[in-house]
Structure formats: structure tokens, C-alpha cells
């Protein structure tokens, strides 16, 4: 299983979620649909780096 670590784009707030599986060491970017408590509605998590599907200003 794994950790993500994520800021909310409603709220700002950071958010963990689980996955199923871990992301691997894959270079391909994938992004995971996942349900944030913070605000109560869905977000594409990229499942290595945590940013957000069209976050342009997440550097991790």
C-alpha cells in the first residue's frame, strides 16, 4: 500500500490518501483518482509526485 501526501486546491489544506499499490519506479506519469475528505470532492493525484492533474506551480 501506499502514502500520498497532497494540498487541497479547495482548500489548501494537505491531505494524505492510500493507494491500493505502490507507484513503482515506472518513469510514465500516473495520476490517481482519489476522494478528498477536506473538501468532499474528487482530485487526479499524480501517484509519485502528489501534484494535482493541471497544478502548475507544485514543485516537489
Same mark, same amino acid.
Given at each position: 500500500m501506499a502514502h500520498l501526501l497532497y494540498q487541497c486546491p479547495r482548500?489548501? *489544506?494537505?491531505?494524505?490518501?492510500?493507494l491500493q499499490e505502490d507507484p513503482g519506479s515506472s518513469a510514465q506519469t500516473t495520476f490517481e483518482l482519489v476522494h478528498c475528505?477536506?473538501?468532499?470532492? *474528487?482530485?487526479?493525484?499524480d501517484?509519485?509526485?502528489?501534484?494535482?492533474?493541471?497544478?502548475?506551480?507544485?514543485?516537489?
Amino acid at each position: 500500500m501506499a502514502h500520498l501526501l497532497y494540498q487541497c486546491p479547495r482548500t489548501g *489544506m494537505k491531505v494524505q490518501a492510500w493507494l491500493q499499490e505502490d507507484p513503482g519506479s515506472s518513469a510514465q506519469t500516473t495520476f490517481e483518482l482519489v476522494h478528498c475528505p477536506a473538501c468532499a470532492q *474528487m482530485h487526479f493525484v499524480d501517484r509519485r509526485t502528489g501534484s494535482l492533474l493541471g497544478d502548475k506551480t507544485k514543485t516537489k
